[in-house]
């Protein structure tokens, strides 16, 4: 919950101060979270006292705070999957068009790869999938010739 609230907090991941103050207002039934003063107009009168439920405001704010749990969830995922994370900072570096950073990194989670012995082979698959995806697309960028720092 520690991680998932400071992902709520970030100004990185969550612009609206609104879904902050929501969640906030949810984490004192935590963790059951069937408390009869968790009723949705109860949760309003905490946010808005001096304004009447507004069903629409409320249906947005749950939304966008489960849109917020479901990233905050990939982001997890990703985050402890490290070749799933080498993989999309590959992705992530292609889409910048910088072979030579693409090179060097690549080199880098293949001597990684080396170094740590793994049983994962969809992790090793992902990896040189996207390191074949990123020659293909420097090959098709240089007309069918060699790419350059790759």
């Not at 929501?22 to 003063?37: A, L, M, W």
Request: hydrophobic residues 35%.
């Amino acid at each position: 919950m520690k991680s998932f609230a400071d992902y709520v907090d970030s100004p990185f991941f969550n612009k609206k101060s609104s879904i902050t103050k929501f969640f906030k207002s949810i984490t004192v039934f935590y963790p059951d979270f069937n408390d009869e003063s968790l009723g949705r107009e109860i949760l309003w009168k905490s946010l808005y006292p001096a304004k009447p439920y507004n069903y629409g405001v409320m249906k947005n704010l749950i939304h966008d705070l489960t849109k917020l749990a479901e990233d905050f969830a990939s982001q997890s995922r990703i985050k402890k999957n490290h070749s799933l994370h080498r993989s999309e900072l590959l992705k992530f570096l292609c889409s910048k068009d910088n072979p030579k950073l693409i090179s060097k990194y690549s080199e880098r989670i293949t001597k990684e790869k080396k170094d740590i012995l793994t049983n994962n082979l969809f992790d090793e698959f992902e990896i040189e999938k996207t390191k074949a995806q990123i020659f293909i697309h420097y090959f098709r960028q240089t007309k069918g010739g060699a790419a350059e720092g790759i």
